[in-house]
């Protein structure tokens, strides 16, 4: 299977897209496997080259493939959402000294390098002067790092608190419904 091929049948459900971001390479594979199925159940076709072109001909089977693919992202959605129950599951039941020490290095460390990081910035532009070339090389290696910082301390501070506090929170909505 040719995943352009199968990712470009996404013109048809680009909402799907959303689900996996800017993710693995293995969402990517299951994502176009995903459609490539759908399109080719929708259509009849076997070929997705076929299936595509069947597509763009006819709207009302556009519209029947969006259906079945929104059917299936909600498949999707719960498949993401019980992966991450088992990791949070995983996380309570294997003794989880070691994850906290990362996360709180991560939460007491990532801040103070970053300044860091925006300190030295600074300093190779001044030290740097005129060579243009190097200080964009310089500042834009500091500016990923920075950004993977961030990203990284973003996601400990969600898994502890928005999916943690998220979760408490419909225990207690469903108990108060009961």
Do not use: C
Request: no cysteine; glycine share 8%.
């Amino acid at each position: 299977m040719s995943i352009s091929l199968a990712l470009g049948l996404l013109q048809f459900a680009p909402k799907l897209v959303s689900l996996f971001g800017s993710d693995s390479g293995s969402k990517v594979s299951a994502l176009a496997e995903t459609v490539a199925n759908v399109a080719r159940t929708v259509t009849g076709k076997d070929d997705l080259s076929d299936a595509t072109e069947a597509l763009k001909a006819d709207p009302q089977l556009a519209y029947q493939f969006q259906i079945a693919v929104m059917e299936n992202e909600t498949v999707l959605e719960r498949l993401d959402e019980q992966s991450r129950q088992r990791a949070s599951d995983q996380y309570q039941k294997t003794g989880h000294k070691q994850a906290d020490k990362i996360a709180d290095h991560v939460v007491k460390y990532n801040l103070p390098t970053i300044v860091g990081l925006v300190v030295a910035n600074a300093g190779a532009v001044w030290f740097l002067g005129e060579k243009g070339t190097l200080i964009a090389i310089v500042s834009n290696l500091i500016g990923v790092v920075i950004g993977q910082l961030l990203q990284e301390r973003q996601s400990v501070i969600s898994f502890f608190f928005g999916s943690s506090l998220g979760s408490k929170q419909k225990g207690v909505q469903l108990k108060g419904k009961e």
